[in-house]
């Protein structure tokens, strides 16, 4: 393919390369290839070219006899090399020197600049300079790194969004190109408005399993919560007994985990396995009611029947009980426990949560033997979160149902049980000397609703 000089190389530096076009007729008809942000093709040697971006174009008027003499410099930084003509690497390691001819860019070298190979090989769009030309990028690379895609309302955020996934699964035209090719990767896409699912639903006879949820069908069981966010949704940090709450809150959950979990050692606060948060409350509201017998011998909650309390978790978590009424008179002394009435705004803040039943999916989520959810179970909960249930390669979590008060929680919540999955089976692969097989990506739409620049609890997963 025959080349037009354009100019000449006056000046070589690492980080800057400055082009002469000495002719105005030469730099009018190709302006528009020398606009900033456009390539230019340096020769070096007798085959390779060093291909630059402009990043400014300056232009100098020296009159000769009453008439303009324009020359125009062109700065530019060199990005690569074209290897005999033919293949774009990137990178350069020698620079031109004074004097090497410059040409301008053409489609033809455009498309072996951005062509695709096997490493990049993953469709992109086109790019700007010529809308002609495809582009792609390294998937691997592109996908395992966090990206951002923003803009102003209106601007097509979501649709881009849409379309860089749908290309991901190989949706085309409402076909899916991977019919019967579903591997192990997995993209969970939390949609805040409900606008994904319409991009991704497509007929029967396309065979996509796309794994939907939303607060209807969503299991999140409120245990696999970590102790900052179990107080951030029933403990008011403002209020001023809020230390006494939280250290009775944390003491019956540690005792319920234990009373459910017998086999499992060393017990914490934090760790991941059942306990019921209703047997929880009742604790909590006992400790409120409860009243200590000073009889001699005693020293000891006592309930009305009599029956003297030794140890807190062997009754408190069954039911709630009345208890003797305060008293000093001899015969009949007692007074209140160390948390007696201290409890009545944290017991009320516990039965509202625990009776809304738009918090249902994850205060009272169910199996489908209307049993609630338990330790054994976490394996199904994860399920549904990649997609295994079904061999779905897209889950979207539609959030537009949820509570905006849990909203923050739930997202958190979501994202750190993938990514601890995601930490734990990696690490169990490279033990078998193995890389992992089952990559996932989180996709957040409008992110900053609920991972903003905070450090509460809710946030901080």
């Known amino acids: 393919m025959s080349m037009n000089k354009i100019g000449q190389v006056i000046s070589s530096a690492p980080n800057s390369i400055l082009v002469e076009i000495a002719d105005l007729k030469i730099f009018e008809e190709n302006k528009r290839c020398l606009q900033v942000g456009r390539y230019l093709k340096i020769a070096e040697g007798n085959s390779d070219f060093v291909i630059a971006v402009i ?5 100098v008027n020296t009159p000769e006899d009453e008439k303009p003499q324009w020359t125009f410099v062109i700065e530019c930084q060199a990005i690569g090399t074209l290897v005999d003509g033919k293949k774009f690497e990137r990178g350069s390691i020698l620079l031109p020197v004074p004097t090497e001819p410059v040409y301008a860019v053409d489609k033809d070298t455009l498309d072996k600049l951005f ?3 096997d490493e990049f090989n993953f469709p992109f769009g086109t790019i700007s300079l010529n809308r002609e030309s495809p582009f792609n990028i390294n998937g691997d690379r592109f996908f395992g790194k966090h990206i951002a895609v923003v803009g102003s309302t209106g601007s097509g955020k979501s649709c881009t969004v849409a379309k860089i996934l ?10 899916n190109a991977n019919i019967g090719k579903q591997n192990n990767s997995h993209i969970i896409i939390f949609d805040i408005h409900a606008e994904y699912g319409a991009a991704f639903s497509l007929g029967e006879d396309q065979a996509f399993t796309l794994n ?3 607060i209807d069908n969503l299991k999140l069981p409120y245990w696999l919560m970590n102790s900052e966010e179990l107080e951030s949704m029933f403990i008011e940090s403002n209020e001023l007994n809020s230390h006494n709450q939280v250290s009775q809150f944390k003491q019956a959950v540690i005792l319920n985990k234990e009373k459910h979990n017998p086999d499992v050692q060393e017990m914490t606060y934090d760790t991941p396995v059942y306990f019921s948060i209703d047997e929880v409350s009742r604790y909590i509201e006992n400790m409120n009611r409860e009243m200590i017998s000073r009889l001699e011998g005693e020293n000891v909650p006592k309930l009305s029947d009599g029956t003297l309390v030794k140890h807190r ?15 000093t008179a001899k015969a009949t002394k007692a007074t209140g426990g160390p948390f007696y009435g201290q409890f009545h705004r944290f017991v009320s803040r516990l039965e509202t949560r625990l009776a809304d039943k738009r918090l249902k999916f994850l205060l009272h989520p169910q199996k489908d033997n209307g049993e609630p959810y338990e330790t054994g179970d976490f394996e199904e909960i994860m399920k549904q979160f990649l997609g295994y249930l079904n061999k ?3 889950t979207i979590v539609d959030l537009s149902g949820i509570p905006f008060e ?3 929680i739930t997202v958190s919540l979501i994202s750190r049980l993938v990514f601890d999955f995601c930490f734990h089976y990696s690490k169990l692969r490279h033990e078998k000397e193995s890389l992992n097989d089952v990559p996932v990506m989180i996709v957040c739409e409008e992110a900053h609703n609920y991972v903003p620049q905070d450090a509460s ?3 901080k997963a």
């Open 115 to 117: 062509v695709s190979d």
């Open 406 to 408: 849990v909203l923050s």
């Open 212 to 214: 939907m949820l939303g």
């Open 55 to 59: 990043n400014n174009v300056k232009g």
């Open 313 to 327: 978790k062997d009754c408190y978590f069954e039911t709630i009980h009345d208890f003797v009424p305060q008293s």
């Open 392 to 394: 779905a390669n897209v």
């Open 166 to 175: 749908q290309d991901v699964v190989g949706i085309t035209e409402r076909k």
């Open 457 to 459: 609890a809710q946030y």
